[in-house]
């Protein structure tokens, strides 16, 4: 899919921050259109972790909270120097912001309008145009903090998280393989849908527990594109054993459009809202050389439970105990062998085919029935 002719014009992002049961049968199938819950908690860690996101010795924060503190005495506003550094190194630290973008953020809590802070554009206008499976080594190899580069991609997925200072979050593919974007809110993009294809300019790259990634700031381009590339597709797969199974019956907000599992009817979105009931696993899936967390909305979870939403359901209400009911739920899958197959968003395969099978999965044609299960789409969505 294309970016909208409408959207071909180069946008050039601007410097000033803005603000159940039944007999589990032998091998069950299904796919269905997931439903991604953004996942706003691991989401939140990541931007708003205690512990430092990277450290940049590299940076004076002294010498750059001087020369803002002076920037800022010139508009008629004065703040402590150290009350600068604080806010800075924070930015870049916890928030991971590159050193403009935590200026930028430090000047616009102490003036009304930070436009005329002085602040160098970050990288470059002649960076190397490079494929996603090259980030690893040229972040590595960066002399400073980043590596400053452009890259043509097709953005697979997009979501958002619960942190004032991310816009959006997106996993992006092209020819050679997959990685992360962050769009800075600061950085005034516009907004990425799935299969749009774009042309990223001067966005930095980033390495956060061993994921790779690329950010959008006020000193990137994001330019629509109208060729199609050949990128690789969004589905990690898994063939292994369960180990590990949660949940089960679950509270989303009742919210129009809202998906968000909650605790104690509080969302984070929406603040204390009706709740309605709703089947999710999150299971964890072995394979004998690493183990993977898998997440089943409905569909996936009642084929693979061999129980419906009703039936479990039902348990509920024999039981009167929630947990009681999840834990009869997670031993009908425990020790199960699967095939699961779906996008991966921040570590957990959100599983859109699903085999379960009491035969081992070697004397099953997996990828067979994978796509039965794909063609059988249309029909189960228009039953």
């Known amino acids: 899919m294309n970016g909208p002719e409408a959207r071909t014009e180069q946008h050039r992002v601007p410097s000033v921050l803005r603000r159940q049961q039944r007999p589990v049968s ?25 512990t430092p996101h990277t450290t940049m010795s590299d940076i004076d924060y002294i010498q750059t909270a001087e020369s803002l503190q002076t920037e800022l005495e010139e508009d008629g506003v004065e703040v402590d120097v150290d009350t600068l550094i604080e806010g800075i190194q924070e930015g870049v630290e916890v928030y991971a912001l590159d050193l403009s973008e935590a200026v930028r953020t430090v000047a616009s809590r102490h003036s009304p309008d930070d436009s005329s802070v002085s602040v160098p554009q970050l990288g470059g206008e002649d960076n190397e145009q490079v494929a996603l499976d090259e980030i690893p080594e040229l972040h590595e190899n960066a002399d400073n903090e980043s590596a400053w580069v452009d890259a043509v991609v097709e953005i697979l997925s997009t979501w958002t998280i619960d942190a004032d200072s ?67 597709d969004n589905l990690e797969h898994i063939d292994g054993r369960v180990v590990q199974a949660r949940e089960g019956i679950v509270d989303r907000c009742s919210d129009d459009d809202c998906t968000r599992v ?3 009817g509080h969302c984070p979105d929406h603040g204390s809202v009706e709740t309605e ?37 039902s348990i509920l209400n024999d039981t009167l105990d929630v947990e009681e009911t999840n834990s009869e739920l997670s031993e009908v899958i ?9 996008p991966e968003i921040y570590g957990s395969i959100q599983a859109e085919e699903v085999v379960v099978a009491d035969a081992p999965l070697d004397d099953i044609d997996v990828d067979g029935m994978l796509v039965e299960a794909r063609e059988a789409r249309p029909a189960a969505l228009s039953e």
């Open 26 to 50: 032998p091998a069950c199938t299904v796919r269905s259109a997931a439903i991604f819950e953004s996942p706003s908690r691991n989401g939140e860690k990541e931007a708003k972790s205690l």
């Open 262 to 264: 909650i605790d104690n």
């Open 334 to 342: 425990i020790g199960k062998r699967v095939s699961v197959a779906g």
């Open 277 to 313: 009931k709703d089947l999710r696993l999150k299971l964890t899936v072995d394979d004998g050389q690493a183990a993977e967390d898998v997440v089943l909305q409905r569909p996936e979870a009642e084929a693979a439970l061999g129980v419906t939403f009703e039936d479990a359901m």
């Open 166 to 232: 991310v816009a959006q979050k997106a996993q992006i593919a092209d020819e050679s393989g997959k990685a992360e974007l962050t769009v800075w809110a600061s950085a005034d993009a516009p907004t990425l849908s799935e299969g749009d294809i774009v042309q990223l300019g001067n966005v930095p790259t980033d390495e956060y527990n061993g994921t790779y990634s690329l950010k959008v700031t006020s000193d990137s381009t994001v330019e629509f594109q109208e060729e199609d590339i050949n990128a690789v």
